[in-house]
């Protein structure tokens, strides 16, 4: 388990070096769904980040109220055991 501000460092230095990552996005009874793109603004106070693909804003994703886990290159997001969110870099990029 990581503290939120080791992930959100992780983020922004995502963004700064505009590093191209592929998210994971898993929900209870809902198909994965996998968006390889950028993190274009990062916001702590909202708890959100919003990502886009190389053609077009995906929109923002809530990272709040969740759990964190730092690996090498990925950053798990998990809330409730019911949703998970895993960035990673996209070294295929």
Same mark, same amino acid.
Request: charged residues 35%; aromatic residues 8%; proline residues 1%.
């Given at each position: ?25 898993? /929900?209870? =009874?809902? !198909? ?10 990062? $916001?702590? *106070?909202?708890?959100?980040? %919003? ?13 709040? /109220?969740? =759990?964190? !886990? ?10 409730? $055991?019911? *949703?998970?969110?895993?960035? %990673? ?5």
């Amino acid at each position: 388990m990581a503290s939120s501000s080791e992930a959100y460092s992780m983020f922004e230095t995502w963004k700064n070096l505009n590093t191209p990552l592929r998210v994971t996005i898993m /929900e209870c =009874d809902k !198909s994965e769904i996998v968006v390889s793109g950028r993190i274009d603004v990062l $916001d702590k *106070e909202s708890e959100q980040i %919003e990502f886009s693909t190389v053609d077009r804003e995906f929109g923002m994703l809530d990272v709040g /109220e969740a =759990d964190f !886990s730092i690996e090498d290159n990925r950053v798990v997001v998990s809330r409730k $055991d019911a *949703e998970w969110l895993v960035f %990673e870099v996209d070294l295929e990029e």
